[in-house]
């Protein structure tokens, strides 16, 4: 009965220091998560959609504010707040952000240019 209960074969598991990196669930830097992505591209969609609704409205929102009261006062009146409007709904589209590239969708620099495209990255306004 010389029974040595030296090698015991379950080890602990001693490798609990190790960092735990999963090489699956590394994405690239610019990809982020769909759903976000997606939400991001509705925002811009949205926002410009209330800019070009804006200009569009000009000419039915001038006569009606013709036929309410032709005076040059209230026109004036109406035309400030049009063009109030139209610049706070410009300016929220400006602002929204490309989800691809995180610059700004439809401003370079100084240039603010309403295309169907990002202005950095080409993402297209319909992308989801
Ligand atoms: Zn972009």
């Known amino acids: 009965m010389n029974s040595d209960g030296g090698g015991s074969p379950t080890r602990p598991a001693v490798s609990d220091d190790q960092p735990v ?3 699956a669930v590394c994405s690239l830097p610019n990809q982020a998560d769909p759903v976000a992505f997606k939400q991001a591209m509705d925002l811009i969609r949205r926002r410009r959609k209330y800019f070009f609704a804006t200009i569009i409205l000009y000419m039915p929102l001038m ?3 013709n036929r ?3 005076t ?3 026109m004036a009146i ?3 707040v049009w063009v109030v409007v139209l610049f706070i709904t410009a300016l929220y589209s400006a602002l929204a952000r490309c989800p691809r590239c ?3 969708f439809h401003m370079n620099g100084m240039s603010l ?3 169907r495209r990002c202005l950095h990255c080409q993402n297209h306004i ?3």
């Open 72 to 74: 040059f006062r209230s």
């Open 21 to 23: 990196t999963d090489p």
């Open 102 to 104: 995180g610059h700004y």
């Open 63 to 65: 006569w009606v504010a």
């Open 78 to 80: 109406t035309f400030s």
């Open 113 to 115: 240019l309403y295309l």
């Open 68 to 70: 309410i009261s032709p």
């Open 126 to 128: 319909n992308a989801s």
